[in-house]
């Protein structure tokens, strides 16, 4: 009996350690899938990193947003150089036994102040500070026309006498001026009548090849120049003059014609 009873409790004792082997076993399976699944305490931190990057890339998205579409402020009219205005005419230099015959027939004397407009490579202001000792000023729209004029102002050594003005010649102020040089277009002499009117009592006006409609000219002259390119021919070039106040001229009814200065007529050379 005393067998039994030892041997019946051995049993118990056997059942209670199984299980408390199954009860620690149980805890083991417990914690080992949710090892493997990854939600653990080290897992936390790369959520709340992930959560974070994911924060930060919405901010950098947000001020990129902000940044893309925010306007520039437009600047001021002050602050912008203005667009640049196409030359009325194209250039042409006016031959250089022209441009002596233009000077003497404007009839320069001490004190005059010469305004050549649309001055080119300035070779009209140029020589009138050389050989009449005069104040001149070049006028032109054309940046490019405007270095070559400097330059030539340069190399001459009249800076003391001539200034160079890139200016639209149609707003200008012309009446300090008491001799005008042009070599424009017959049009472009008539839209300068306004301003020119505004010259002082006996100043002169001089165009090359073309007139003034409206306005009498006291005098013509035509020029011949030898061509350089066949020394047996020139040609001929017509210089007008006006003084201000200028007789007025009933304007001869306007032609449809085409006038090209490459396109000149040659005069065969006659001795």
């Known amino acids: 009996m005393k067998l039994k009873a030892q041997f019946v409790y051995g049993v118990v004792l056997a059942m209670v350690f199984a299980c408390c082997l199954s009860a620690t076993a149980g805890e083991a399976k417990i914690v080992s899938p949710d090892t493997e699944s990854g ?47 196409a030359p009325d005419v194209v250039y042409v230099p006016t031959p250089h036994e022209v441009v002596k015959k233009m000077l003497e027939m404007a009839e320069i004397k001490k004190g005059d102040v010469v305004y050549d407009l649309g001055c080119g490579d300035g070779r009209i202001v140029v020589a009138a500070a050389k050989k ?27 800076e003391h006498l001539v200034t160079i003005k890139k200016a639209d010649i149609f707003t200008l102020d012309l009446r300090e001026a008491t001799v ?65 106040p200028w007789e007025k001229e009933e304007p001869k009814p306007e032609i449809e014609e085409y006038w090209s200065p490459v396109e000149s007529e040659l005069v065969p050379v006659t001795n």
């Open 39 to 85: 939600v653990t305490s080290e897992a936390v931190p790369s959520a709340q990193l992930k959560g974070s990057e994911e924060k930060t890339d919405s901010k950098q998205e947000a001020e990129e947003t902000v940044d893309t579409g925010a306007q520039p402020p437009e600047s001021g009219g002050e602050d912008l150089e203005p667009p640049e205005k």
């Open 180 to 244: 005008v040089t042009l070599y424009l277009l017959p049009q472009l002499n008539v839209r300068l009548m306004p301003q020119l009117k505004k010259l002082k009592p006996g100043s002169r006006i001089v165009s090359h090849a073309f007139d003034m409609r409206g306005a009498k000219p006291v005098q013509v002259y035509k020029v011949k120049v030898k061509d350089e390119d066949y020394e047996y021919y020139e040609s001929e070039h017509i210089v007008y003059k006006w003084v201000v």
């Open 132 to 158: 009449y000792k005069v104040k001149a000023v070049g006028f032109d729209i054309d940046p490019k026309r405007i270095k070559e004029s400097l330059a030539n102002v340069k190399s001459n050594k009249v």
